[in-house]
């Protein structure tokens, strides 16, 4: 993401993220639920900023890791809100592995 040894490129970056926070990596979640809400190096997308959020903070819904909620919550429709929910319950249920990302089709 920052370029430290390599040329800077924030979607490979993201996609490294990706790569890790599907392996239940904590800090690539928290990481990947950042770069969502950003929008560096993918899509801006909120439900999966809240998503990855949800995800990392599973165990832990205090602190840092609700006031990441919170800061992401300020920014959403209580819909956007339910589908993150729902996606997040999808990709712990059926493993993180089969949580698709780019065009994710979820049920």
Do not use: P
């Not at 370029?3 to 993220?17: C, I, L």
């Not at 729902?86 to 990709?91: I, P």
């Amino acid at each position: 993401m920052e370029g430290k040894g390599v040329s800077k490129n924030t979607t490979e970056g993201a996609d490294w993220f990706r790569r890790a926070a599907v392996q239940n990596y904590k800090r690539s979640q928290r990481s990947l639920a950042g770069v969502y809400f950003l929008g560096d190096g993918v899509e801006q997308n909120l439900t999966y900023a809240y998503m990855w959020g949800l995800i990392y903070a599973q165990d832990d819904l205090e602190g840092e890791s609700q006031a990441m909620l919170d800061l992401f919550a300020k920014h959403m429709s209580k819909k956007e809100i339910e589908d993150a929910y729902k996606k997040a319950v999808f990709c712990l249920q059926n493993t993180l592995a089969k949580c698709e990302l780019n065009n994710a089709k979820f049920r």
